[in-house]
């Protein structure tokens, strides 16, 4: 597998506050990066992908203004949920796929974000 | 519209059963499917991946895949109340890296 780490773990904060969450690839170099987000009793759903040295690709319907993505280094990429408001409450992930051809993902311990 | 469908359960089976979790997709260009264990507050951990048609075992888990059905399932065998988790399916399609289709996953309680 791979090794992934996040932080927080957990998070509260005010509505319209921002809130940045890290994740960084221990035991690998990892060009790209992916930022999922799990809302109670729904599916993990692919919010953007990560890129090191430039932008960010970003889901349809994830607003990219809103979810601010760097990647400047090979081992970290950060999530800035920007003015957050309640609706944002979720568990956001970040993955890396050590293999293009297998596509598995190797999830980090996750961000729980709750918004006030 | 990319689906993955799995019974929500719960699902409940004693110690030592065999557990049988089902997943159907929608896409028959699927190409790789994953199974996750993910336990209550966690993120999701892989434990099976399987890219071919018919039964792939790992210890005491078997996925078996059937694309003409469109049909991937995992069976855990001699349960144990530590395999108690969501199970999630997760199904790439496309070559689109790092995109991966999951189900709500199934909940499993292996009781004592």
């Known amino acids: 597998g791979a090794v992934v780490s996040q932080h927080p773990s957990w998070v509260i904060c005010k509505s319209g506050t921002s809130v940045k969450i890290e994740c960084r690839s221990l035991d690998f170099q990892a060009t790209t990066m992916f930022w999922y987000r799990q809302f109670p009793k729904q599916s993990l759903m692919l919010m953007a992908t990560?890129?090191?040295?430039?932008?960010?690709?970003?889901e349809q319907g994830v607003e990219k203004d809103k979810f601010l993505i760097n990647h400047a280094s090979l081992t970290l990429s950060t999530l800035t949920v920007t003015s957050a408001h309640p609706e944002d409450s979720s568990f956001y992930i970040c993955s890396v796929s050590r293999t293009r051809a297998a596509g598995e993902l190797f999830f980090g311990e996750g961000s729980r974000l709750t918004v006030l | 519209q990319k689906e993955v469908e799995q019974n929500s359960g719960p699902l409940s089976v004693p110690e030592g059963a065999i557990a049988s979790l089902n997943c159907t997709y929608s896409?028959?260009?699927?190409?790789?499917f994953f199974w996750y264990r993910q336990y209550s507050g966690k993120s999701p951990e892989l434990i099976m991946s399987?890219?071919?048609?018919g039964d792939k075992e790992d210890g005491r888990f078997t996925a078996q895949l059937n694309k003409a059905s469109q049909y991937v399932s995992l069976l855990i065998r001699d349960s144990q109340p530590s395999d108690s988790a969501t199970y999630l399916c997760a199904v790439k399609i496309g070559s689109t890296l790092g995109r991966l289709y999951f189900g709500r996953g199934t909940q499993l309680t292996v009781w004592p």
């Open positions: 990560s890129n090191e040295g430039s932008k960010a690709t970003y």
């Open positions: 896409d028959r260009g699927s190409q790789s």
């Open positions: 399987i890219y071919s048609n």
